[in-house]
């Protein structure tokens, strides 16, 4: 082939990337040092990795379906190709945009299905987020010094009793009989009821509150001033704008997704498919512990992430789950729903 011809074929290829514009919606602030913040780091990486290419964000969009679906024609309406809606409750407006724009590609985020009526909308999932649920259960079990573990949720968040049972079966795989309490907020960022579970908590005697779904730092920096002190953190790596109190985080690497469909419009591959963030592929991550967890948290945590790679270790197969079930092993759909025994809940929204 000559030079001439590759050069062509190559500014072909730049010019098709550079008209090429995505949109990101956030359904909370980017200075929540959490959710959004993460979500809004991604979109940074990938305008340095992909400097060709336009990539513009929406920050506190309602999650109602209205309010969505207008955000999304004004984007459309200049001459947008994608759009990624990281927030579950965007599904319907992800469908219906979708539908009235066949020739254009959407990513939304949901609980792991795919709808095979809808060719241009794909779906992401947070699919290890279980079992690094299990994990922060053998570190906040194995924590010198823990008797009761705390988690703090939305009430309306349906996946709620699913991630608390991972947490119980990470305790209980770490040999402990440490206490799981629950206690639920109004929202995924509601400084006012995360102040009453907070002091909840304090009363409680908390030594480890895992957020779950709670898009702020607000919680954690509650904590760190008071006598229950540990956290563990949800989608940023919260010890950056908290402290060595938060003993680690889960980390969602929104890039990671970006990248990958991307470069399926680019490469002309796109299809409805689930994407699944996982431990491997860096959707999620374990952030670095904090220099107070303790040596033997460390260890035995470090210990179960290593099996669960490595496909040594289920988490959904333990002696709890034949204990509860009758069957040594379960889906997630069937720890869905409903409370293992030993999981207790406050309601911070009354």
């Not at 010198?144 to 573990?149: D, F, L």
């Not at 968040?157 to 079966?169: D, G, M, S, T």
């Not at 305790?171 to 009453?196: C, I, P, Q, R």
């Amino acid at each position: 082939m000559s030079i001439l011809i590759k050069g062509l074929i190559l500014s072909l290829f730049v010019l098709y990337c550079s008209s090429l514009k995505v949109a990101v919606l956030l359904p909370g602030n980017t200075t929540d040092f959490g959710f959004n913040y993460q979500i809004w780091l991604g979109i940074q990486d990938f305008a340095l990795a992909y400097p060709n290419i336009q990539i513009s964000y929406t920050d506190n969009v309602p999650n109602a379906v209205s309010n969505c679906i207008a955000v999304s024609l004004t984007y459309m309406n200049n001459g947008y190709d994608m759009i990624f809606y990281p927030n579950a409750p965007w599904v319907d407006c992800a469908k219906n945009i979708s539908r009235t724009f066949p020739t254009k590609h959407f990513v939304v985020h949901n609980a792991g299905d795919v709808y095979p009526d809808y060719p241009n909308l794909a779906t992401e999932y947070r699919g290890d987020l279980g079992n690094v649920r299990f994990i922060f259960g053998v570190l906040a079990a194995k924590q010198q010094g823990t008797t009761k573990i705390c988690m703090m949720v939305p009430k309306f968040f349906v996946l709620k009793e699913r991630f608390a049972n991972y947490i119980l079966l990470g305790m209980k795989y770490a040999n402990s009989n440490d206490e799981l309490h629950v206690g639920y907020t109004a929202g995924f960022n509601d400084a006012a009821t995360e102040t009453v579970v907070v002091n909840h908590f304090i009363n409680y005697g908390c030594d480890v509150t895992i957020l779950q779904a709670i898009n702020s730092i607000h919680p954690l920096v509650e904590l760190a001033n008071s006598t229950s002190p540990w956290g563990m953190g949800t989608a940023s790596d919260m010890r950056d704008h908290v402290g060595e109190s938060v003993l680690t985080s889960v980390i969602i690497d929104s890039f990671v997704t970006f990248k990958y469909f991307v470069d399926k419009v680019n490469a002309g591959t796109f299809t409805n498919e689930l994407f699944l963030d996982t431990l491997n592929n860096k959707g999620l991550v374990i952030a670095d512990y904090s220099c107070e967890v303790t040596k033997n948290a460390r260890k035995e945590a470090n210990k179960a992430k290593a099996r669960i790679l490595d496909g040594t270790l289920q988490p959904l197969c333990q002696p709890l789950i034949q204990q509860i079930f009758g069957t040594p092993c379960v889906t997630e759909a069937q720890i869905t729903g409903t409370y293992f025994p030993g999981i207790t809940t406050f309601d911070g929204t009354v």
